[in-house]
């Protein structure tokens, strides 16, 4: 178990260093150099080359690659080339909603979803099954902005509520106000998890109830409550809590499609603006920030899958 | 945990190959009779299809032409020769969607494409070569496995541009990496089969197990696995338009269409411009689901209780 758990931390790790590899060398075949960028085309060559080995530049790839992987490890992202800003300072300014959002869509979407999926797997074959069941496969395969559309049309045109775009400044507002303030980007994004997490959890519970102490237990006429919650539940747990980790990742994407959909600054804009800009010490540090994210939550999710196997757990 | 295997990226944590959840029980049926669901989704599809081929011959307009251009103003409500209304450059919405169907569709096939040929080609290969090729070629693919697919799209967009061969290239190979896991382990499980064991005992060559056994008794899953694969990357390259890293304007496709008329949710008189190529989207990938869903279904298949 946890040699197991040990060996997949190191995997984790690994997969850091191969992540920083593919993001640092990805964004290295861009034409021109960071100091050309920063200077102008109207730099003498001198001063660019002057310039560039201040930044480093001139040092090789692997050794600037270090250099890289340090500073970002001390908290160090680098100054943006587009606005001559430290990175650090433009993410200070957006993180709070990206988290927000996340965090908001994380705490109101995951149980809701939940309640649905075990509900389905304590009635299946119901109407109400197999209604939640086709309006999940529809999500399931839809774009996040298409969910999005809906939900203003909805909203905004047939209730009058809320507004398409969110604009304004967030600060000084109490937890309600932003509550409001992101009402649709959350609930889109709520959306986009449910759809997997209602069928995922589903199939997980209903994996358990086809194991043979339950069967037993249906057998010796327990009621399909009780069975669910005093013997399915337990055993599911550590299923659930991979397909909660698993789906959190892809909140990643979400995020980035639904925070340019509904306009408001965060992290996910900086790095699309980063794109357009061709900022590539930008794209370097947020990319790393994402993905980092996506491979902690994965890990998350295997290590859940590992801890709830009671073979794994207690071994012979 | 095969529950969890529908997820696009998801590596199982301690079994390193494809549960046998994803050969199909019996031999695959060559007559497959559809559903209504299937039906629903084929007719779908074949319409999306049309579209995509024939959009362009159709379209009452150009991509770029307006239909009122002596009445400039954007975003106005459908009305005799403009069916759909007009976008925000007061362009015909209908012939838009129309030409956009073909570069949506064409693109993501494409890519599909090439996202098979790579991923069965590596994933077959690896499972026949020696464990030390196979090792290092899964471990790289592990790591490209392991990001975000949209964030390997914004570092290629950010470093080489976008373009309509950069968008192929760029799906195609992050999402062979997908098919190359599924195609190794459906190899390895038929690799051990008794008989590709009695074929190999026989001497037959390497090409010859690979193209009589293997790849019969891998194709079926494969098919099924292709058009979840499109869904995915027609989503993909429609967040990547929509993030306006994807189809450059004025060429239009349906992610580029819905990000062009968001303005269309704030101040607009019409909001069809942004529904209805996120509309399309929709019904073309929920139509395929639908078809992939009853196809498996039929051929004895697991998929249905993957989806």
Redesign the interface.
């Known amino acids: 178990m946890t040699t ?1 758990i040990l060996k ?1 931390l190191g995997i984790g790790l ?2 850091v260093i ?2 920083s590899l ?2 640092f060398f ?2 290295k ?2 034409p021109g150099d960071a100091a050309q960028i920063r200077l102008g085309q109207s730099a003498t060559p001198e001063n660019v080359a002057a310039f560039r080995a201040r930044l480093g530049l001139d040092q090789p790839y692997i050794v600037q690659y270090l250099v890289w992987l340090k500073n970002f490890m001390m908290g160090d992202l680098g100054t943006s080339l587009a606005s001559d800003v430290p990175i650090t300072d433009l993410i200070a300014d957006r993180y709070h909603n990206t988290v927000f959002v996340s965090v908001l869509t994380a705490a109101i979407g995951v149980p809701i979803s939940l309640a649905l999926g075990i509900m389905a797997a304590m009635y299946p074959g119901t109407l109400y099954d197999r209604v939640l069941t086709l309006v999940s ?2 999500l ?7 969910t999005a ?1 809906l939900l ?2 909805l909203f ?2 047939v209730l009058g509520i809320g507004n ?2 969110v604009v304004g400044s967030t600060e000084g507002k109490g937890l309600f106000e932003l509550i409001a303030h992101f009402a649709l980007p959350i609930t889109t994004l709520c959306f986009v998890i449910a759809s ?1 997490l209602i ?2 959890s589903r ?2 519970v209903l ?1 358990v109830m086809s194991s043979p102490y339950i069967e037993m237990a249906i057998l010796k006429g327990v009621p399909r409550k009780r069975i669910i919650f005093r013997h399915a539940l337990l055993n599911a747990i550590g ?1 659930i809590v ?2 909660v980790a ?1 789906n959190l ?2 909140l ?2 979400g995020v ?2 639904v925070e ?2 509904f ?1 408001y600054n965060g992290l996910a804009t900086l ?2 603006q ?3 800009t ?1 900022d ?1 010490v930008l ?1 370097q540090g947020l ?1 790393m920030i ?2 980092m994210t ?2 902690i939550l ?1 890990l998350v ?2 290590i859940a ?2 801890a709830s196997n009671a073979r794994l757990r207690h071994p012979k | 945990m095969s529950t969890a295997k529908q997820n696009e990226h998801y590596v199982a944590p301690y079994d390193d190959g494809v549960s046998f959840d994803e050969l199909p029980d019996s031999a695959p049926s060559s007559h497959y009779s559809p559903s209504w669901t299937g039906w629903l989704g084929i007719g779908v599809v074949g319409f999306w299809v049309f579209i995509a081929v024939f959009g362009p011959y159709i379209a009452p307009l150009g991509e770029n032409d307006l239909p009122f251009p002596d009445d400039y103003s954007e975003f106005q409500m459908p009305r005799p020769g403009a069916w759909l209304g007009t976008d925000e450059s007061d362009r015909d919405v209908l012939s838009r969607l129309m030409y956009g169907a073909g570069r949506t569709i064409g693109i993501s096939f494409a890519a599909t494409l090439l996202a098979y040929f790579l991923g069965v080609v590596l994933g077959i290969g690896a499972a026949i070569s020696s464990p030390r090729v196979d090792m290092i070629v899964s471990r790289i693919n592990d790591a490209f496995l392991s990001l975000p697919t949209i964030m390997l799209g914004l570092v290629v967009v950010a470093a080489v541009g976008s373009s309509i061969p950069v968008l192929i290239i760029t799906a195609g190979v992050i999402y062979a990496t997908v098919v190359f896991r599924l195609a190794r382990a459906l190899g390895q499980e038929i690799m051990v089969m008794d008989f590709v064991e009695a074929a190999r005992v026989r001497g037959e060559g390497r090409w010859w197990i690979i193209t009589r056994e293997i790849w019969p008794n891998a194709a079926m899953p494969l098919m099924t696995d292709f058009g979840l694969r499109l869904i995915y990357v027609i989503l993909f390259i429609s967040s990547l338009s929509f993030l306006g890293l994807g189809v450059q304007p004025p060429q239009a496709d349906w992610g580029s269409m819905v990000r062009e008329n968001l303005g269309a949710l704030s101040y607009g008189q019409s909001v069809i411009p942004v529904i209805a190529p996120a509309l399309s989207i929709a019904t073309l990938t929920v139509a395929i689901n639908l078809v992939v869903d009853d196809i498996s279904a039929h051929s004895g298949g697991k998929l249905s209780k993957r989806l």
């Open positions: 197991l997949r690994v997969t191969a992540v593919i993001i990805g964004t075949i861009l496969v529809s399931v395969a839809a774009p996040e902005f298409f559309t203003v049309l905004v045109f398409a775009i997997q069928r995922m199939a997980a994996n299923p991979n397909v698993l990742a892809y990643v994407t980035i499609v340019v959909y306009g790095i699309v980063g794109v357009q061709r590539y794209i990319g994402f993905c996506y491979v994965m999710a295997d899958a590992f």
